[in-house]
């Protein structure tokens, strides 16, 4: 929430962050952060361990319309299913799996842990007002696994790994 909460004040923003695990909290918020550390399954776990979290995500982000951002596994669970040791079920909110990384050059390093440079895909208003492409915007990683998409509409921006 600090994070979040010097985001805001540098940025001019007046805003509440409300850490919680009470699903009806989730249900009644504006706009919804989904974070995520670790693996995929376990994420994805923890939003069912509390009673009515995973109806509560879907339900302010699909059915009353409210901006949702997913940062790292929390990105992920949007996915159809993550593929990290197991097969675990996702929000199925865009088309496709998250899968080990496989660079295509044999130097790379995984986990890939350092700064990339993202490139959008599309406009979008979640990046107005930030600089984007080699000079811009650059978003720091630390993982091993990615979603690979199936419809190109889906996807606002990329970072590329080795391929």
Same mark, same amino acid.
């Given at each position: 929430?600090?994070?979040? &909460?010097? %985001?805001? !004040? ?6 509440? +962050? ?8 989730? $249900?009644s ?29 879907? &339900?302010a %982000?699909? !059915?009353?319309?409210?901006?949702f951002?997913? +940062? ?5 669970l949007?996915?159809? $299913? ?38 959008l ?24 696994y ?18």
């Amino acid at each position: 929430t600090k994070a979040f &909460e010097r %985001a805001a !004040r540098e940025a001019g923003i007046a805003a509440t +962050i409300d850490l919680t695990a009470d699903a009806e909290r989730v $249900r009644s918020a504006d706009r919804v952060v989904l974070p995520g550390v670790g693996a995929y399954a376990d994420c994805a776990a923890g939003l069912h361990a509390v009673p009515g979290m995973w109806e509560a995500v879907e &339900e302010a %982000a699909l !059915r009353k319309g409210r901006p949702f951002l997913g +940062i790292c596994v929390g990105m992920q669970l949007m996915s159809q $299913r993550g593929l990290e040791k197991t097969i675990t079920k996702g929000l199925g909110w865009i088309a496709g799996d998250v899968k080990e990384i496989k660079p295509s050059d044999p130097t790379l390093k995984i986990p890939q842990i350092g700064w990339n440079t993202i490139e959008l895909t599309r406009e979008h208003p979640l990046f107005s007002g930030i600089e984007t492409g080699p000079k811009g915007l650059h978003a720091y990683f630390v993982h091993s696994y990615h979603l690979e998409a199936k419809n190109p509409g889906e996807v606002l921006a990329v970072a590329d790994y080795g391929g």
